[in-house]
């Protein structure tokens, strides 16, 4: 299949339609004509050495080549109906325990075995990053590595969880100004900068208005205690802002292009009320902006966690092991 071929023949008169447009050598059986075969195989050759066989030079490489690439075609096709099957019963398997979460406790577990190689931290306290695409599970993890911190070291360590979408515009006001969550103009970045750092640094707790989702609208007000650990999760934890206050410690949740716009639909279909339409269409709308303005973020990341089903975790990895792994495969 490989080889280059030139092709001879001692009989024009009935060389095959889909050869005759080819280059031919053809030659006699008299011993002169063979001595003037031999010269024409080694221009032949020569010519073929120079052209550095660009293109097939016969038939069976032509139609190889044609077949293989439909083979190749096919065999993709094939492995994207299985990839499609193994997600359909995957989702079926998810509805039919709709409201069981996912187990991410070995994952969060191992976070915490990384906080506490860096405990006490700076002043006796701890800023714990996390962050990712939109309905992820970010708010869940961060709440799960909490309670496993509260039950595994009770009385040894406090912690809080601050959440970065208390610093968000109201929905209307967004709509309002044409603005998508994922832009930095729909945070108070100045805002939440500065309460991080009186939570890391200082005596004082603070008062936030988580944001509802399903609601658009600010909730009633908590106060963030100033804690041993303070967790910050939310799409801007990773601002650069923050980076002097947070040393070795950003979870980046992970999920491929196709994960992500899928969780995001499942979670806006089947939690915040978005009919079919609009919630396919604020997927796309929303991936598209987390790609461009929190999607970079992902090289300030320590470690990556990995979305591998339906909200079910993986790692955490070293920051440039998990995106390889998940784009490759």
Sequence with gaps: MGNKTIITTCNTENLPFDISVLRVISYGTDRNSLRLLESDIVRAVHALESNGMISPNNLVQEAGREFFDLRHKICENLEAIVRERRRTEAFVEFTERRGKLQDNTPVADRVIAQVMRFMPGVSGRLLVSITGSGA??????????????????????????????????????????????????????????????????????????????????????????????????????????????????????????????????????????????????????????????????????????????????????????????????
């Design 136 to 329: 992820i599970g970010k708010s869940t993890f961060a709440r799960l590595v909490a309670e496993r911190i509260r039950m595994l070291y009770s009385g040894e360590f406090s912690v809080d969880i601050l959440p970065t979408d208390s610093y968000m515009l109201e929905r209307s006001e967004r709509l309002l100004k044409n603005i998508i969550g994922f832009e930095p103009r729909s945070h108070d970045l100045a805002q939440l900068t500065k309460d991080v750092e009186a939570l890391v640094t200082g005596k004082d707790g603070i008062y936030v208005r988580p944001y509802d989702h399903l609601t658009g609208e600010k909730s009633t007000a908590r106060m963030v205690a100033p804690s041993d650990i303070l967790i910050l999760e939310g799409i801007y934890s990773f601002h650069p802002l923050l980076a002097p206050l947070n040393r070795g410690l950003r979870y980046y949740i992970f999920a491929d292009k196709h994960k992500a716009k899928e969780l995001k639909f499942i979670a806006d279909f089947t939690e915040r009320g978005y009919d079919v339409q609009t919630a396919f269409a604020h997927a796309d709308a929303e991936y598209d902006a987390y790609e461009t303005h929190i999607l970079p973020f992902l090289k300030l990341a320590d470690h990556v966690i990995v979305v591998d089903e339906y909200w079910k975790y993986d790692g955490p990895f070293p920051q440039e092991y998990p995106t390889h792994r998940v784009l490759v495969a």
